[in-house]
């Protein structure tokens, strides 16, 4: 590179204007990156494919009863696969913690873009890149040590503590950075004219945002709530320590659930490769795939809909 | 930009030789004639198999003994496939699906007891298996219809394909299967939520239940959980912690599981760590679970 | 009026809203620092794990987090970075570019524990090395890969166009221009980047713990032959990282200060994030203001 440099501006051009072997090496270089990429996606794809249809091809469950049966008993004599109560568990959680983080998180993007950008600038910006920083792990170990006591003390109808709310609360926490991030520069790329225009017309600040803001960029804070939601949907470890691991669907924010995330790491070390039991934890992990690919398909969606 | 294009080759290069390299090499667990074992396993047995490896390499300098966690079925698993040496199991090999048991040669290390827990306040020491049955698959649900206190039943399970929970239910609920309750991966946590939740009741291996008292273990129709009624085969609820080789051991290999099964394990690491030696039992039992005195 | 007043109504919404999530953080902070910060001493980092006696340390876990760290970077850098060139120099508009895309969203929001779970079957049984380090950076690359790919994007995007023109126009090709124009204007960007993505690879965990294992062999920090089972280099071992580790003993630790040894591991995971967060802002700063020579 310093070489090259030193060389004169001449012989750049004559190196250059030749046959540009450099160039065809180059382009080769990065479209190998690119080819990387996307053999890795799809050998994600086709092996979890393969390997989470086993319990069904190899293993003859039904996958129907698999999705839609509640009754989970892979130990008894006569076992039993559904896995509903894990994936309404892993949509509860994902909802709920998307309504709690999504307004607070679309909030607090607007304080920091419409309200004050400097405070914005100078603290909440650090605050929220702290945030994401903090591993899940850390966020299950505070869950368990401060908000499962506090919510077996304040609430009665939660014997435990562990309970849908607890995992909720700490899934909101975390990906309510990742809800911000994307809020504040889906808020901060909307040109100024439009606030401009609205206030010009006797507007109130709160009206241009209701009115004028947030319309125009709806599907961009869309996105940014789908994204968290799909950030949520994936967390294991964390959910795993204060959500109880349950297998009957939950009646209440207050009783104890499970996700799939959470009886895949549950269950994992202590069944062995190709055993039923194990192909059904591997069928989990193609669910949380597919759920996976319908949030991005969401996103395109939301993207195409992009109006500025 | 020319050392990052270079980085890259050279990573892609090792990633590529290496993978080559060790595919050829699969099922090489039992390194020849050099001294590394691989171990892998039972999460609840590596403290005791690594305390062990420690004692053991500090004997004999050459060896090289490393212990993995990863759960029963993946030990049972890596040693069925021959990518390690030993695998640790809380259950018979027979009782996992998927594993060629009649090839696994079974060493016997330890023997764990264990028995429900409730919380001292409840106000009960002793059960009768009946009763326990009737807790666990939720039909008594209130303390106070034992002779305890008026307090609410909470369940602690383990999660389904757990050895302790298998152990549990096959001895101590007579292969009922339990009521849901919370489901958690580690006897700390079940000892944690028993002590601070009013009402649960979870089962725990004997050496959880520590001098301070706060949780305490049931003795079950009369018979106290201790571990001279295990080895005296009165106390059901207990079960082994097994080594698994593929056929024979030889060489490193068996050097180290005959010193898991010395005195210097067996009345040392193994007691200080709450198992009963597997050498001092009086009864033995099958993977069936017959029981037979020896 | 009656606009005015929901426009102040709304405002306090907003400003509360703001506070609610700087007390949280604040909050969280204080909790890990205050119960974490007294656990750690010299002794702590700089003694080995113990499965079953009080006073272990972390040492081989913190150098672990950092070995593994490493070793992702040194895979997910480069081939982010040229990922990144691709995109915003190469791709043409199209169905491949949109594909590829499509790949590099999908791979950014898979489950952490989707991607352990494809280590465990690649890394770890098909390749049969079983719980390696190699196993564990592959699979943490590739979930670092988009978030690289994207950083490297927009930095380079971002270079403003008239310095490339300039260079095309003086007949210097294509390649040569993104190596000696574009890519040292967007150096900043994408190092800053790489150093925020170091702090997510540094506390993952779900997909380590099927990749780089639970256990730790003895290491001996004098042998630097990465070949030697003993060595600390060796990326043919397992390797228990410290947010692994704070997992491990909350799950199945039996150990009597268990609790110690999490709150100190948590502090030390949380400061040294921080660490790489106001480095990575530094670095920024010192390396923009180097090469642009503002002030």
């Given at each position: 590179m310093e070489k090259q440099t030193t060389l004169s501006a001449k012989q750049r051009l004559i190196r250059s204007s030749s046959k540009n072997p450099g160039e065809t090496r180059?382009?080769?270089?990065?479209?190998?990156?690119?080819?990387?990429?996307?053999?890795?996606?799809?050998?994600?794809?086709?092996?979890?494919?393969?390997?989470g249809l086993q319990s069904f091809i190899v293993n003859g469950l039904n996958p129907l009863e698999f999705l839609f049966s509640s009754e989970w008993n892979p130990t008894s004599s006569d076992p039993q696969y559904g896995a509903l109560p894990f994936i309404l568990g892993s949509l509860a959680v994902t909802l709920l913690s998307a309504l709690i983080a999504g307004p607070l998180g679309i909030g607090c993007a607007i304080f920091m873009t419409e309200i004050s950008t400097s405070i914005g600038k100078k603290v909440l910006q650090p605050v929220i890149e702290l945030l994401v920083g903090i591993p899940s792990v850390v966020y299950g170990f505070i869950g368990l040590t401060?908000?499962?006591?506090?919510?077996?003390?304040?609430?009665?109808?939660?014997?435990?503590?562990?309970?849908?709310?607890?995992?909720?609360?700490?899934?909101?926490?975390?990906?309510?950075?990742?809800?911000?991030?994307?809020?504040?520069?889906a808020m901060s790329s909307l040109p100024n004219s439009l606030r401009e225009g609205s206030l010009a017309l006797g507007a109130t600040r709160w009206q241009t945002i209701k009115k004028v803001l947030i319309p125009a960029a709806l599907p961009s804070l869309m996105t940014a709530i789908v994204l968290g939601m799909a950030r949520a949907f994936g967390e294991a470890l964390a959910v795993q320590m204060v959500i109880g691991n349950v297998r009957d669907l939950p009646g209440s924010l207050l009783d104890p659930s499970a996700t799939l995330t959470t009886i895949i790491t549950l269950n994992m070390g202590y069944t062995t490769y190709g055993s039923v039991d194990n192909n059904t934890l591997w069928s989990m992990g193609l669910i949380l795939l597919i759920i996976s690919f319908i949030f991005i398909l969401i996103i395109r969606y939301l993207s195409a809909r992009r109006k500025i | 930009m020319k050392k990052i294009v270079t980085f890259l080759l050279i990573v892609l290069t090792i990633g590529l030789v290496t993978a080559c390299g060790a595919n050829n090499q699969e099922g090489g667990g039992d390194n020849g004639g050099n001294n590394t074992v691989l171990i892998s396993g039972s999460s609840a047995m590596q403290p005791l198999v690594a305390g062990a490896a420690e004692e053991f390499m500090a004997q004999n300098p050459d060896a090289d003994i490393q212990v993995n966690a990863g759960g029963s079925g993946t030990g049972l698993s890596e040693v069925d496939s021959g990518a390690v040496d030993i695998g640790?199991?809380?259950?018979?090999?027979?009782?996992?699906?998927?594993?060629?048991?009649?090839?696994?040669?079974?060493?016997?290390?330890?023997?764990?007891?264990?028995?429900?827990?409730?919380?001292?306040?409840?106000?009960?020491?002793?059960?009768?298996?009946?009763?326990?049955?009737?807790?666990?698959?939720?039909?008594?649900?209130?303390w106070s219809e034992l002779g305890g206190k008026d307090q609410e039943i909470t369940l602690v399970n383990r999660p389904d394909s757990s050895g302790t929970r298998a152990t549990f239910v096959q001895f101590g609920l007579d292969g009922a299967t339990p009521a849901e309750g919370i489901t958690e991966d580690s006897s700390n946590r079940v000892k944690q939520i028993i002590e601070e939740t009013p009402g649960t009741i979870g089962y725990l291996a004997f050496s959880y239940f520590t001098d301070d008292g706060a949780v305490i273990p049931l003795a079950i129709d009369g018979v106290e959980a201790t571990d001279e009624n295990v080895?005296?085969?009165?106390?059901?609820?207990?079960?082994?912690?097994?080594?698994?080789?593929?056929?024979?051991?030889?060489g490193a290999v068996k050097d180290f599981l005959d010193f898991l099964l010395s005195d210097d394990i067996q009345k040392g690491l193994l007691i200080e760590q709450g198992y009963i030696p597997a050498t001092d039992m009086k009864v033995e039992r099958d993977a069936e679970g017959n029981q037979t005195n020896l | 009026m009656n606009s005015k007043v929901a426009d102040r109504i709304a405002t306090g919404v907003f400003i509360a809203i703001a506070t609610i999530i700087v007390l949280v953080l604040i909050g969280l902070f204080s909790f890990i620092l205050f119960r974490g910060v007294p656990q750690i001493s010299w002794d702590f980092i700089t003694t080995t794990s113990s499965t079953v006696?009080?006073?272990?340390?972390?040492?081989?876990?913190?150098?672990?987090?950092?070995?593994?760290?490493?070793?992702?970077?040194?895979?997910?850098?480069?081939l982010g970075v040229l990922g990144g060139v691709y995109m915003a120099e190469y791709a043409k508009p199209g169905k491949i570019t949109n594909f590829i895309r499509s790949c590099i969203e999908l791979l950014a929001s898979l489950p952490s524990i989707v991607v352990g779970m494809f280590g465990l079957l690649i890394f770890v049984n098909s390749t049969g090395w079983g719980y390696t380090i190699i196993g564990g950076a592959l699979a943490l690359t590739i979930f670092n890969i988009p978030v690289?790919?994207?950083?490297?994007?927009?930095?380079?995007?971002?270079?403003?166009?008239?310095?490339?023109?300039?260079s095309l126009a003086l007949g210097i090709n294509h390649w040569h221009t993104i190596k000696t124009v574009i890519l040292p204007s967007a150096f900043p960007g994408i190092l800053t980047g790489a150093i925020l993505a170091s702090g997510r690879v540094f506390g993952e965990a779900a997909a380590?713990?099927?990749?780089?294992?639970?256990?730790?062999?003895?290491?001996?920090?004098?042998?630097?032959?990465?070949?030697?089972?003993?060595?600390?280099?060796?990326?043919?071992?397992?390797?228990?990282t410290l947010s692994v580790h704070i997992w491990a003993v909350n799950t199945n630790g039996i150990m009597p200060d268990v609790e110690a040894i999490a709150d100190g591991s948590s502090a030390i995971l949380v400061l040294s994030v921080l660490f790489f967060n106001l480095t990575a802002r530094f670095v920024g700063s010192a390396v923009h203001r180097k090469i642009t020579a503002s002030k």
């Open positions: 180059g382009k080769i270089l990065v479209s190998l990156c690119a080819l990387i990429i996307i053999i890795a996606t799809l050998s994600i794809t086709l092996f979890l494919a393969i390997k401060v908000l499962v006591p506090f919510i077996r003390n304040t609430f009665s109808g939660s014997a435990t503590g562990f309970s849908l709310l607890t995992g909720t609360i700490v899934l909101s926490v975390m990906i309510l950075p990742t809800v911000t991030t994307i809020a504040t520069d | 640790n199991s809380d259950v018979f090999a027979e009782e996992k699906e998927g594993i060629a048991a009649e090839e696994l040669v079974d060493h016997k290390v330890a023997v764990v007891g264990m028995t429900a827990a409730v919380s001292s306040n409840i106000g009960i020491t002793d059960i009768s298996k009946q009763d326990l049955i009737k807790v666990f698959t939720g039909e008594i649900t209130n080895i005296s085969g009165e106390f059901p609820i207990w079960a082994y912690e097994h080594s698994y080789t593929k056929g024979e051991p030889t | 006696r009080e006073g272990g340390g972390i040492r081989d876990q913190l150098f672990n987090s950092f070995y593994i760290l490493f070793i992702t970077m040194l895979i997910t850098v480069p690289m790919v994207r950083v490297s994007e927009d930095a380079i995007r971002s270079v403003p166009n008239v310095q490339k023109e300039a380590l713990l099927f990749t780089a294992g639970l256990s730790t062999p003895r290491l001996d920090y004098m042998n630097w032959n990465p070949f030697s089972t003993t060595s600390p280099l060796n990326i043919f071992r397992p390797a228990e």
